[in-house]
């Protein structure tokens, strides 16, 4: 037990007091004794207690108010209670059982034997909570819970119930529009399962009939032409872990009968073989139809409906979770900089601005799709407003009337060549003096675009894109 952390002694009972740091003398543990209950509180507030071990209920001692204090405070802490011999049948010890995960009872006199074997087991289960927590935070670093980005109430809400029904063997239904994020949901339900198979995904549009039932359940050799050796379909290869089913709507009523036996028999046999095969398969499934219409218009089996819709999970679209924007977007910056090998870029706030104006249709996808682009694109430290994708301004209404003028030169006007004046007159709309600015700047600079991006603040795929918008020189020739 060496270096286990600390422990609080709060007993009233001297005698008692001396036996029980007799007991854990020498096993490497920092032994903090009192009699007082608020010298107890005290020690909680400003020390790191990794275990407690006082008296329920005592003169002067109120075991589980210090318990809740120590609960809150330290949320890994083991809890000993030295008790009375009938303690647990009464109500202050039927409460004691219930509040709190890792508490255990000594019934007086104390036995050093008995005391020293619940300090090993609260130590143990200890480790074990902070091993599986490092465990789980270093699988939502990568496929987890970390990767649903966003502080909405709907994304607080599925982070919640992804966390609360991911160790059951529940088969859940995710719903949800294209690039809402299906398949990240079945990736964080499976991880933090610590199921020991793999996560086996197959999507059900993608094959017809025959195939997809190969693909599902295998095969035997010759079962079919061009069946030249035995294949195991993904049940079998998910046996142990998670099989996900994406557009699971698009299943033939036969393949959907086929898969409704293995959800409740837990077994089924190849195509064109006899065999029963048992396995241990988690199904999640993923659909962006109305299943309970499918089913009053025979499409889907309605048994089977029943049997996959255990646990729905109802994802938003980005429009619904607008206020997600900024952070998916700088977890986006960061993550494709760190792909390509390209330093840090940020964003400007007007361009964030801009991004939560759009609606989204193809949702978290197309937003990851457009700072990907962005990112590979980006020539400055900083992505502006003028840089986002055409399609986008041009949605939302915004014109290029955000770029700024041509700075000012030194030189008196007459001296100035006649093709390089910027020539803004009154009654011009906001996009004629955009394009005489973009203009006259290119022709300060000998049409080199990376100097004219540089002078307006855009990137060079803003400066080609708006020069070959307007019709300035050859687009192409620009250096």
Known sequence: MNDQGTVLIVDADRVERELVCETLAGKGLRLVVTGNMYQAFHQIEHLKVDILIAQLKAERIDGLALLEAAAQHH???????????????????IKAMLAYKDTYFLPRPVNPVHLAALLQRTLENQRLAIENRQLLSQIDEKEGLRRLTGNSPQIVRI??????IAPTKATVMIYGARGTGKELVARAIHHRSLRRGSLIAFNCATLNENLAESELFGHERGAFSGAYDQRKGRFELAHGGTLFLDEVSQLSLSNQARLLRVLEEREFERVGGNKTIQVDVRVVCATNHDLETACKKREFLPDLYDRLNVVPIDLPTLKERIEDVPLLVKDFLQEFCR??????????????????????PGNVRELKNCIEGLVVTSTQPTIQQMDLPERILKTIGIAFSNLPSVPE?????????????????????????????????????????????????????TVQRKAKEYGLFNHQNLT
């Open 75 to 93: 949320p890994d802490i083991g809890v000993v209670f030295i008790t009375e011999p009938n303690i647990l049948e009464t109500d202050i010890g």
């Open 159 to 164: 982070r919640d119930m992804i966390a609360q």
């Open 339 to 360: 792909q390509n090998g390209k330093p840090p870029i940020t964003i400007a706030p007007e361009a964030v601005r801009t991004l939560m104006k759009y609606e989204w």
């Open 409 to 461: 030169i030194s030189e008196p006007v007459d001296k100035v060549p006649e093709k390089q004046r910027l020539n803004v007159k009154v009654g011009m709309s906001l996009d004629e003096i955009n394009r005489e600015a973009l203009r006259a700047t290119l022709e300060s600079v000998n049409n080199n675009k990376a100097k004219a991006a540089e002078i307006l603040k855009v990137s060079r795929r």
